[in-house]
């Protein structure tokens, strides 16, 4: 069901509702084509190999909220260069739930280990599109209080790959991969 319900968010998502009218158009289509392939991807994926625990889920679930957050305090005026960042960390994040694809999870849990396309550079390439599309919402209109979902996401995102690399830990292909893909998120950096 929540598949389907997705899914649908990605037809019924441009144009409907007051919000989504003052979205650019570029805007409501990378958020329809991630609700899309994240709606495919929930009906396709693997069965579970290893649940995460309820600490690793619950730790998990704020950083899915404030991408929410981030685009709710976007103005509805766009500069281009705020549209050409969201697209970019969009096409970042649909990519890589692509590479995922039957191994995709919204919560902790191990359901095999990917290793092509943005995985090769990064061991969490999603999770970067998913900041750069946050940052882009600041960019959109760089004031006092629309820099608070970012200032929020960039721990809570470090808190969630934390946490998520705990219950990968105990896939032994995991642990070899994070051997060859030394970087979380920035190469260089972390």
Known sequence: LLGLSILSWAFLGIGMGSAAETRPLFVQLVISALHLSVGVLILLRAPIAQNGSLYSCLAGLPALLVSGWALRSAPPVWTPLAQLMFLLGGSLAVTSFLCLGRCFAILPAIRGTV?????????????????????????????????????????????RILTEEQVLSNSPEYVEYSRTVRWRLVPLVW
């Open 115 to 159: 290793t092509h396309g943005p995985f090769r550079v990064i061991r969490h390439p999603a999770y970067l599109g998913e900041l750069v599309m946050i940052l882009s919402c600041w960019l959109a209109a760089p004031r006092g209080p629309s820099v608070v979902p970012l200032l929020a996401a960039i721990p809570l995102v470090a808190l």
